[in-house]
């Protein structure tokens, strides 16, 4: 039997929820008010906008008719999943349409982007409160670790988007062995990420912070050989054109030598946070 639960509109999280919708609703008033494009910032944009408000929307819709205790899934992991990745593609998605689609006469594009880092705010804010409250003892996506995972894939994904414009059949197999490194540590981050939302870790044959260590480490040398091959190879290969813009598919190289550094750090501060859980942290 479906209840109302009013008190989850408003809860801190309720209010925060309810902001993010119509803040983001607003967004896709304005930005469609004025110009259509299809270059893939533009579509990135709006998938970006309109997949958090229509996510968020179901979280809210879920939480008022006390659905959410009956779903079989880690229900704190997903909303903080959630709202880690929601807060990193409103983050990027409000960079992009400032230097792309943004102007000193561009009155609704300027009011579009404030609004857009004003949501990021409000994602923000709701990750702190959701890894704040008392919840599942056994909740692993609001730890550092736990977070770091979204920020590892949520930064593969962004070297996958950049990668199509860079004619990858045209790659020799160095540059491919560092997409599959990309590839690789992505899919290890995903199931992690899925198994704890999915409360399947207590199912694994083996410690599930052994196997995190052991992903991490083997993550950590991947990257190592990307960070290095990936670069040296691009800026050797590939010389900067004189006619080098905005758009140009040679600064995308060097958007993919910045992201393959930030996700090599952020798989090195996993690690150790991983081996302090294992080895320093007494069990209970």
Known sequence: MVTLDFKTLIAPEGIL????????????????????????????CMFTWCFCVCVTIL?????????????????????????????????????????????????????????????????????????????????????????LKVLEAFVACVIFFCLPSLQISHFGLLLQSCIAVYSTCFLFSILIIFSAIGRMKSRSPTSFNRVLIVC???????????????????????????????????????????????????YIVDTVFSFKLVFFTPQT
């Open 17 to 44: 929820r309810i902001l993010e919708v119509i803040f983001l609703c607003v967004i896709l008033r304005l930005v469609l008010s004025v110009s259509h494009q299809t270059n893939s910032f533009w579509i990135y």
């Open 59 to 147: 979280i809210l819709v879920l939480e008022f008719l006390s659905l959410s205790s009956k779903l079989p899934i880690s229900w704190d992991d997903f909303t903080t999943a959630f709202a880690m990745v929601a807060t990193l593609m409103v983050l990027t998605a409000s960079i992009f349409y400032s230097m792309f689609y943004t102007c000193r006469n561009c009155g609704r594009q300027i009011g579009a982007n404030v609004i857009s880092f004003l949501t990021f705010i409000l994602y923000i804010a709701e990750v702190g409160l959701i890894r704040s409250k008392p919840g599942e003892t056994s909740r692993f996506v609001s730890t550092v670790p736990g977070l």
């Open 216 to 266: 991490n480490v083997l993550a950590v040398l991947m990257y190592i050989t990307a960070v290095v091959i990936w670069p040296f190879y691009c800026f050797r290969t590939f010389p900067r054109p004189k006619d080098c813009h905005l758009f140009c598919w040679w600064n995308l190289i060097v958007v993919i030598c910045v992201l393959s550094s930030l996700n090599l750090i952020a």
